[in-house]
């Protein structure tokens, strides 16, 4: 089954007016209407009027990095999946692993803001990935695997209607990438797990990679069967870089 690649960069907390408008205008000069790719940023939340504003006559597709697993109310600070389908962000990440590590986000946390997003028309990409020492010790799979059963928990029609982003937590802003053959084992075996659930889904659902993706590296890796596309930090801040790496996916 053929899967629409998705090139997805993931600003975090960079950025300002100024820097955000040339970055967007750049990107636009160089998106080319002929790419077969999706094309997706996920801004910070306060630029991200000026974004959907700044790409409304573009394919690039807009998206949020966090959402309150909360519908409304006496949440300070939060921002809700209705407030960022408001504004019109198409997208939201959840559960990267700066928010499960830095924040103390847990899987089931995660799982909750995951369904929110869909309820609010809003396509969440899972993130999930091991650590070094999970890694070392062998337990990748079975890491991964309790990232997404949490999402699993609320049915594999549910998970199916979002988008997966494996990434190893070593490789994310380390310059360290997964190799072409690491990353498609898990993307396969991630697959393979869901097609014991349901084979269409299974067959149909996108799984990025991410994890110091760069214009050096990118073709190879989205060249891997199981690898539906990437989910990019550090290269997508530089115009030239995340445009290089959207030729690579072409
Ligand atoms: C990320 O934060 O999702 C990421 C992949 O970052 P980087 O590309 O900088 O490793």
New binding site residues.
């Given amino acids: 089954m053929a899967r629409q690649t998705l090139i997805a960069g993931?600003w975090?907390m960079n950025g300002t007016t100024d820097s955000i408008h040339e970055l967007v205008m750049a990107i636009n000069a160089q998106l080319e209407s002929d790419w077969q790719s999706e094309v997706l940023v996920c801004a910070p939340a306060v630029y991200l009027p000026l974004v959907i504003d700044l790409t409304k006559d573009s394919a690039i597709e807009v998206g949020a990095q966090n959402l309150s697993e909360q519908a409304a109310g006496a949440f300070t600070g939060e921002i809700s999946g209705s407030m960022l389908a408001d504004i019109g962000s198409q997208y939201v990440l959840v559960g990267?692993?700066?928010r499960r590590s830095l924040y103390g986000e847990s899987s089931e946390l995660v799982a909750k803001k995951f369904q929110a997003a869909l309820d609010n028309g809003l396509i969440p990409v899972l993130?999930v990935g091991e650590t070094l020492e999970e890694r070392e010790a062998d337990a990748t799979m079975k890491v991964v695997r309790a990232q997404i059963d949490t999402v699993l928990d609320y049915g594999i029609d549910v998970l199916g209607q979002g988008v997966i982003?494996y990434?190893p937590v070593w490789?994310?802003?380390?310059g360290k990438t997964a190799t072409p053959e690491q990353a498609q084992q898990v993307h396969a075996e991630i697959r393979a797990h869901l097609a014991q659930l349901d084979v269409d889904v299974a067959a149909k659902i996108r799984i990025l990679y991410?994890?110091?993706?760069?214009p050096t590296n990118a073709e190879q890796l989205l060249a891997q069967d199981d690898i539906d596309g990437g989910?990019?930090?550090?290269?997508?801040l530089k115009a030239e870089q995340f445009i290089a790496i959207c030729k690579a996916a072409g």
């Fill in positions: 993931n975090k990267h692993s700066e993130c982003a990434e490789a994310i802003g380390t991410g994890g110091s993706m760069n989910l990019i930090g550090g290269a997508s």
